[in-house]
């Protein structure tokens, strides 16, 4: 078993990692959280290991998310993501812009498909998103192409200013 973690996490903590940060908004926090899911599955060591390792990541998150809730923390929770390199000022400002476009539009989303969308990003498999959501999974795509469209759409409405909250629509 430790062989074949070792596998999975060199395949799939970066997925993970981009998974949680989708959820926390906090690239060091994203990090914590896909490595205690590792640790975790020492522990319990899953049959399948990459998707239980998505399904515990994302219930630690919620809880954590839930925890701060109740505590009424009032966390930063919008860290940008790690640059590769240096950008001109103009371009990062951009770059700031067009995440926090992307973020308000994820929020957008119904929980449903901004968890199909974010699983489906993560590199999952259909069977993966459908294990992991409870959806049936010839409902994926048809769940996953719904998402896409509405998160352009609120995109694009953000970026024109508009307020209308299209996960409803």
């Given at each position: ?139 994926i795509g048809t769940t996953l192409a719904r ?10 409405a953000g970026r024109e200013g508009g307020g ?6």
């Open positions: 078993m430790p062989e074949d973690l070792a596998e999975i996490y060199r395949s799939t903590y970066r997925a993970l990692v981009r998974f949680l940060y989708r959820k926390v908004w906090d690239a060091e926090r994203a990090e914590d959280l896909a490595q205690e899911a590792f640790a975790r599955a020492l522990v319990h060591k899953p049959d399948n290991a990459r998707g239980w390792l998505f399904v515990v990541a994302a219930n630690m998150a919620r809880d954590e998310a839930r925890r701060a809730a109740r505590e009424r923390r009032h966390l930063t929770l919008l860290k940008s993501e790690p640059e590769a390199e240096a950008r001109e000022p103009e371009a990062e400002m951009d770059a700031d812009t067009q995440r926090t476009q992307v973020r308000v539009a994820l929020d957008q989303l119904t929980p449903r498909d901004r968890e199909a969308l974010l699983l489906w990003d993560a590199g999952m498999s259909y069977d993966e998103i459908a294990t992991q959501t409870g959806l049936a999974h010839g409902a998402a896409r469209r509405r998160l352009v759409e609120a995109y694009e209308e909250h299209v996960a409803r629509g």
